[in-house]
């Protein structure tokens, strides 16, 4: 079985009719044999559409976010518990639109991780740097601290179990993927940062590429030793084409 898990998310894109096309194409093509894990992430009014359309599958369903609190008045946010009861295992976390767009800090990402450890269900921490970061070589830095701000807030050991979404931000929608090369370095970085915490936890932690991954990219990223799987966004909205990275 495959070790790469390709996970799509649809940010805010989608419709009923666009679910029920989507589900119609994958359930009938996908099989755990030929193709790589996968895992959808829709928005989340189509959180148990997606479910129910995939529940003869194995394919995993995961949320956009999540909140940092339990339940109670908080008008909008939606709840891990909410999330579980929908069937969702998964959760992105510190997304960087959520980062820049919406403003969230890192102290209420480590919240929010915490949280979907608490309630048993997997973070994906989505970390990486601006084009301007990387220009000025300061790509190791700003990811050493945004796994420090969450580590730091946390006891994580060898049995924790979360996934790291390595995504620098001037590839993301833009069509520049970083080189598999390139990508591969920082993957190996962010595994010498968690090998900090446990050994054993840098050997199990999945570490995602995320930033234009298409069908001509992922075969090549996938294959890098410590990339083990991708986030895709714009490609992820194409069933066929999802398929089709999901094949490589
Ligand atoms: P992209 O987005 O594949 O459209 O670059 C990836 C992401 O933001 O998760």
């Known amino acids: 079985m495959s070790k790469i898990l390709v996970a799509a998310n649809w940010k805010m894109n989608g419709s009923k009719s666009f679910v029920s096309d989507f589900i119609r194409e994958i359930a009938s093509n996908y099989n755990q044999e030929h193709y790589h894990k996968l895992l959808i992430c829709p928005p989340f009014p189509y959180l148990d559409q997606v479910s129910k359309g995939l529940s003869k599958t194995d394919i995993q369903i995961g949320a956009q976010d999540i909140a940092q609190f339990e339940n109670g008045a908080y008008t909008g ?118 090998k900090k915490i446990s050994k054993e936890l840098a050997e199990s932690t999945q570490i995602l590429y995320g930033g234009s991954v298409n069908i001509n990219n992922a075969k090549k990223l996938f294959s890098m030793p410590d990339i083990d799987g991708g986030l895709i966004g714009g490609a992820s909205l194409d069933s066929s084409g999802f398929l089709a990275i999901a094949k490589q």
């Open 77 to 194: 946010e939606v709840s891990a518990e909410m999330l579980s009861d929908n069937d969702c295992k998964y959760v992105l976390v510190g997304h960087s639109e959520r980062r820049t767009i919406l403003g969230e800090k890192d102290h209420i990402i480590s919240e929010k991780f915490n949280m979907a450890i608490k309630k048993n269900l997997v973070p994906i921490l989505c970390i990486g740097e601006t084009h301007d970061q990387k220009e000025k070589s300061l790509t190791e830095e700003i990811i050493d601290s945004q796994i420090t701000a969450i580590a730091d807030g946390i006891d994580l050991d060898k049995h924790s179990k979360f996934i790291i979404a390595y995504e620098p931000i001037w590839a993301i929608g833009s069509g520049l993927s970083a080189t598999p090369e390139d990508a591969q370095d920082v993957h190996e970085f962010i595994r010498y940062i968690i």
